[in-house]
């Protein structure tokens, strides 16, 4: 249900009008959960008939969106200092000064693009549409014998003996391969395990010899249910998964391969995070610590990864560069991280995460790019909503699916 003052009081509020009785009830209204759906319409209605000279430029929008993520605010005494160029007082300072001061907006994108008014009530609505809840700890687990294991609906403890190792679901909700003569019985031939999350869903294992793993939406790990009397721990991936291998105490170390596609990651322990979903144009690897080397199947060349580099797997070769370790494995933080993401790429994560569909309604700007920091368990009404305070792009909910609008 709308709060009648809101309104009033941003209105007051962008014109300098507010009485300190009226700016303090504004910044409770702001700052309460249940108003923060209407706040975001009425803020990015106030964005998007701010004039073109009051726009800021490149420079001034990157300085701000820092200003944004790291300013720390007193709400009680209000003391916002936006950075910004010195100019007359407009309604879009003001807007930028009340995104630094009300912790409740979470996220703001900044973007030089109107919204154009024909639009305006095509953007998204909450108040008839289902909701759309975040992902989170589902997958289902195929043993060797064919048997299905849905790990959400199963209870806690023990729920397979494959080949001498345990198969434990932990309080915690993950998922333990324990074998205490790992490393010095003959593996069963054949018994190969795989682990499946669905979009929508997020999974850690802890493999048997010590490694864990976390596996993003959409993904599946294959895996032996011992490594023991094989001369490689070898595994595969599809989909995005982060890995911390372990080192085994043996006559020989074993390395640890991780086949994901046309790539093959080879290391003994480490660190890293592979993202080769499908629908991704290329394959990432990203070291965080110790040492992968990352080839090609069927070709002899490869490379070497240092910490803090990544390699990209494209249609004929690698690239090595510096990663941004932070957006690599932002999913493992329970976070969207976007630096100058596409529109395209965005929507492609919140597809999987939220495990909806997406489609595009006329010439929507898909390379458009976003930065910006959000939390994966918001609802996805308010990640959309974020986009659309650009004033480029709108979103209509039907059922589970989501049609991108220009």
């Keep these: 249900m709308m709060n009648q003052r809101l309104p009033y009081l941003l209105n007051q509020y962008l014109n300098k009008s507010c009485s300190e009785t009226e700016l303090a009830e504004f910044y409770a209204l702001v700052n309460d959960p249940a108003n923060e ?76 693009k109107n919204l154009s008014e024909n639009q305006q009530a095509q953007n998204t609505s909450t108040d008839e549409q289902p909701v759309i809840t975040p992902g989170g700890n589902k997958a289902v687990l195929t043993l060797d014998n064919g048997t299905v294991i849905n790990l959400e609906d199963a209870k ?32 069963a031939p ?68 991780v086949v994901s596609g046309k790539q093959e990651v080879e290391v003994l322990g480490t660190h890293f995070n592979i993202n080769a979903y499908a629908d991704e144009a290329n394959t990432k690897t990203t070291l965080l610590e110790g040492v992968v080397k990352v080839s090609q199947a069927g070709k002899s060349h490869n490379v070497i990864l240092k910490p803090g580099q990544e390699a990209v797997l494209t249609a004929d070769d690698f690239v090595v560069q510096q990663a941004d370790l932070e957006k690599s494995i932002d999913w493992k933080s329970n976070k969207f991280i976007f630096k100058n993401e596409s ?53 209509k909910i039907k059922d589970r699916r989501i049609t991108v609008l220009k």
């Design 343 to 395: 529109l395209e790429g965005i929507m492609r994560k919140i597809s999987r995460w939220y495990d909806v569909e997406v489609v595009y309604a006329g010439s929507v700007p898909k390379q458009e790019t976003f930065s910006g920091t959000l939390s994966r368990f918001d609802r996805v009404e308010k990640v959309l909503r974020r986009l659309e305070m650009t004033g480029v792009v709108g979103f």
């Design 37 to 112: 759906l209407e706040f975001s319409d009425l803020l990015a209605e106030a964005v998007r008939n701010t004039g073109p000279e009051y726009q800021l430029n490149s420079s001034e929008k990157e300085n701000l969106l820092q200003h944004v993520f790291n300013h720390e605010v007193d709400v009680e005494s209000a003391v916002v200092t936006p950075i910004i160029r010195k100019r007359n007082w407009s309604r879009l300072t003001a807007v930028a000064a009340l995104l630094l001061t009300v912790s409740a907006i979470g996220l703001y994108f900044f973007n030089n």
């Design 156 to 187: 806690n403890g023990q729920l397979a003996n494959e080949a001498g190792t345990l198969v434990i679901k932990t309080q915690s909700g993950q998922l333990v391969y324990n074998n205490k003569q790992e490393g010095t019985t003959k593996a």
């Design 190 to 257: 054949g018994h190969m395990n795989t682990l499946t999350t669905p979009r929508g869903g997020q999974y850690q294992v802890n493999l048997p010899d010590g490694t864990k793993v976390w596996l993003n939406a959409a993904s599946s790990l294959k895996f032996p249910s011992t490594f023991s009397g094989l001369t490689k721990r070898k595994v595969e991936l599809s989909g995005e998964a982060y890995f911390e291998v372990a080192k085994i105490n043996a006559p020989k170390k074993l390395p640890f391969i």
